[in-house]
């Protein structure tokens, strides 16, 4: 019985951690199991983003101008040359994502720069406050088309097919209705949800108890709002992903129904000597206890997963 009840308590404890950084829509938590098995990560043959990349959010629902700041500050951190930006910086850890691109020797491609470029907000609640899986790929096409990453984010109160129960946001294509030299052509998307109501022991953490798990204290979010902070690690991770493996064919380990990529192989790590119910050896800002790995523009400080280094084959932390 003892036995049992160990293999059932790793059983829950492996379903939260897949879940912090749950990446594919087609992913579910009773599929976390191949985690337990050896994954190649491998290069699939398929295009990577590249070139002047917008990143376009459309807010759906309740945000105040504080939170959007703290996203917006943070996909412009990720592209940031502020001399200065103190370090490990954000876009330190976004420079990671690189080694991807010098494994695909044999593709000529012009560098990555993402930048953002425009914020659509929706605060009337347009489809509703319950959303399926097509209504998000609707509201993600209100943002520009062509070498964009459209990126939804909704507020607390609106419920997402999936959300909680198997994930915490997500990241995939869709056709775009524009054609560019006659041709269709795919859009990558993002939809990160904010669970300080819904399911912040799930989706918020490190910043909230654990629904499974060792339950040691909560660490002080970085911008004092677990929500968002938890919304920038979701994001953070769903960026890396999308531009790794933004059409399903790019680099990935396991089955393409059930992908981990670059950060979503990696949960629960933040530092290192992370383990199971702990983020990892952190920073800490003297004044307000916050843990962070990560500067911003202006002064900002953020949480960011570790990312999986394809020349390691190990997870890489910024501290």
């Known amino acids: 019985m003892a036995s049992f009840g160990a293999s059932h308590f790793l059983l829950k404890l492996l379903l939260f951690v897949s879940l912090v950084h749950f990446s594919s829509a087609a992913r579910r938590l ?24 917008s990143v376009n959010i459309i807010w759906y629902g309740n945000f105040k101008p504080a939170q959007r700041a703290i996203v917006s500050d943070f996909i412009t951190s990720l592209s940031s040359t502020q001399p200065t930006t103190a370090q490990p910086s954000v876009a330190t850890w976004w420079k990671a994502t690189e080694k991807y691109y010098h494994l695909v020797k044999s593709k000529k491609t012009a560098p990555l720069a993402l930048s953002l470029v425009t914020q659509i ?20 096409s209100k943002g520009g088309q062509k070498d964009a990453i459209n990126v939804v984010l909704t507020s607390s109160d609106v419920a997402v097919e999936g959300f909680c129960s198997s994930r915490c946001g997500t990241h995939g294509s869709s056709m775009s209705a524009q054609k560019i030299n006659g041709k269709s052509s795919k859009f990558a998307y993002i ?3 904010n669970s300080e109501t819904q399911c912040p ?3 918020a ?11 040691s204290p909560p660490l002080v979010a ?15 991770s769903l960026l890396a992903g999308t531009v790794t493996n933004p059409f399903g064919n790019g680099y ?23 383990y199971p119910g702990y983020a990892g050896d952190l920073l800490v800002d003297a004044t307000t206890g916050a843990s962070y790995n990560a500067h911003g523009v202006d002064g900002r400080i953020y949480l960011l997963p570790a990312l999986f280094d394809p020349s390691t084959s190990a997870c890489s932390t910024l501290v």
């Open 30 to 53: 009773a599929e976390s199991d191949q985690a337990q098995q050896p994954l190649l990560f491998q290069y699939h043959n398929g295009p990577l983003l590249t070139g002047k990349i």
């Open 121 to 140: 907000s929706d605060e009337n609640y347009s489809l509703g406050k319950s959303l399926s899986n097509k209504q998000i790929v609707r509201l993600a």
């Open 191 to 193: 939809w990160v949800g």
């Open 201 to 203: 022991g799930q989706c």
């Open 205 to 215: 953490w490190p910043f909230h108890q654990p629904i499974y798990g060792p339950q």
């Open 222 to 236: 970085p911008n004092n709002d677990v929500g968002l902070d938890g919304m920038v690690i979701n994001l953070a």
């Open 252 to 274: 990935f380990q396991g089955p393409k129904e059930a992908p981990l990529d670059a950060a979503s192989a990696c949960p629960g790590v933040y530092g290192k000597g992370a």
